[in-house]
């Protein structure tokens, strides 16, 4: 079981965070189509009820911004990842399918709004992930952008160094389709507990019905803790 802290620098800066954990056994797939059929649909509901001005007002959306700019990181130029997709999502452009389980992880984050990190937990160096803040010329490689400054952002560290930010998680640890467990992490930078846990069985749910999982374990870290 991967263990997984959040620093006393992100415990001050940001006390009401918590971080819902899934970590479970899958079978992954280049694309199914029930899953895709349920993200269109999920799609399709999110452009009626929302708009660019309701959707940064969204708490998910803005509690994470927030986080951004009290860390000193500009939110508009290193947009976070559930906002880039919502954006996506609103301007009807077609999603990108990658896999099932990054699919499905896209899925639950249009209904939760929260930016969702997924690992190939065989990709982890250690037993330990530790939530910090992004320091000035640390090396880290987004997936599909190539370097990318993490500066001032909030990163999940394993013993090589970062591989998670809500931005963008590195390549080093990205989910492919030989990954046989998994493990996301639900930032729920609004402090709302029982949506963070929600998103959560929600995932665990998607993983049992698309990804040959029995769902795997879940659990919720705190910043109060």
């Given at each position: 079981?991967?263990?997984?802290?959040?620093?006393?620098?992100?415990?001050?800066?940001?006390?009401?965070?918590?971080?819902?954990?899934?970590?479970?056994?899958?079978?992954?797939?280049?694309?199914?189509?029930?899953?895709?059929?349920?993200?269109?649909?999920?799609?399709?509901?999110?452009?009626?009820?929302?708009?660019?001005?309701?959707?940064?007002?969204?708490?998910?959306?803005?509690?994470?911004?927030?986080?951004?700019?009290?860390?000193?990181?500009?939110?508009?130029?290193?947009?976070?990842?559930?906002?880039?997709?919502?954006?996506?999502?609103?301007?009807?452009?077609?999603?990108?399918?990658?896999?099932?389980?990054?699919?499905?992880?896209?899925?639950?984050?249009?209904?939760?709004?929260?930016?969702?990190?997924?690992?190939?937990?065989?990709?982890?160096?250690?037993?330990?992930?530790?939530?910090?803040?992004?320091?000035?010329?640390?090396?880290?490689?987004?997936?599909?952008?190539?370097?990318?400054?993490?500066?001032?952002?909030?990163?999940?560290?394993?013993?090589?160094?970062?591989?998670?930010?809500?931005?963008?998680?590195?390549?080093?640890?990205?989910?492919?389709?030989?990954?046989?467990?998994?493990?996301?992490?639900?930032?729920?930078?609004?402090?709302?507990?029982?949506?963070?846990?929600?998103?959560?069985?929600?995932?665990?749910?998607?993983?049992?019905?698309?990804?040959?999982?029995?769902?795997?374990?879940?659990?919720?870290i705190k910043a109060t803790d």
């Open positions: 079981m991967i263990e997984v802290q959040i620093s006393p620098e992100i415990r001050a800066s940001v006390p009401q965070l918590c971080v819902g954990v899934v970590q479970a056994a899958v079978s992954n797939s280049e694309e199914n189509p029930e899953l895709w059929r349920q993200i269109e649909a999920e799609a399709e509901k999110f452009r009626q009820t929302y708009d660019p001005t309701t959707l940064k007002a969204r708490p998910s959306i803005a509690a994470t911004r927030q986080a951004y700019k009290v860390l000193g990181k500009d939110p508009s130029r290193y947009r976070p990842s559930n906002e880039a997709l919502l954006r996506r999502v609103l301007q009807g452009k077609e999603l990108y399918r990658i896999n099932t389980i990054v699919d499905l992880n896209n899925l639950a984050s249009i209904r939760w709004g929260y930016s969702i990190g997924g690992f190939d937990v065989d990709r982890i160096k250690g037993q330990k992930l530790v939530l910090g803040i992004g320091r000035e010329g640390e090396a880290y490689e987004g997936i599909g952008r190539g370097p990318l400054n993490i500066s001032c952002l909030p990163v999940y560290r394993d013993e090589e160094g970062g591989i998670g930010t809500p931005t963008s998680d590195h390549e080093r640890t990205k989910v492919s389709l030989e990954t046989k467990e998994l493990l996301f992490l639900v930032n729920g930078y609004d402090g709302n507990e029982a949506d963070t846990l929600a998103c959560c069985h929600d995932l665990q749910q998607l993983l049992r019905t698309f990804a040959g999982s029995d769902g795997g374990t879940c659990r919720l």
